[in-house]
């Protein structure tokens, strides 16, 4: 399953409402490190049926970067119960990244 692209429009049904976990990825085309945690998210999403992973375009959803506090990116939070659990900032490698979101 591939990584789905969502907005702020989307955000409340896409991460809130979701009846599984939800890895959501802030991030921006512009932002090398985000290149290089894009194709570990998409790798991760085809290993897992049991958690959601969407990414959200920092520059054009300005609610969603200001509601979770994204100062800074790659910004990847694990949602669960419409809670955000886990919060990794920067750009780490697949088993550094699958650990600390407790995948």
């Given at each position: 399953?591939?990584?789905k692209?969502i ?5 409340e049904?896409e991460?809130?409402q ?8 802030f991030?921006?085309?512009?932002c090398?490190?985000?290149q ?8 991760l ?7 959601r992973?969407?990414?959200v375009?920092?520059?054009?959803n ?6 979770y ?6 910004t990847?939070i694990r ?6 659990t886990?919060?990794?900032i ?7 990244l ?6």
């Amino acid at each position: 399953m591939a990584v789905k692209e969502i907005t702020d429009a989307t955000f409340e049904e896409e991460v809130m409402q979701s009846d599984r976990p939800v890895i959501v990825d802030f991030w921006a085309p512009w932002c090398v490190p985000c290149q290089h945690v894009s194709p570990i998210l998409e790798e991760l999403s085809e290993s897992r049926d049991d958690v959601r992973f969407v990414k959200v375009n920092i520059d054009d959803n300005p609610n969603a970067v200001m509601s979770y506090n994204v100062l800074s990116i790659p910004t990847i939070i694990r949602f669960e119960g419409g809670q955000a659990t886990k919060k990794v900032i920067g750009a780490l490698p697949k088993k550094q990244l699958s650990e600390q979101l407790g995948l």
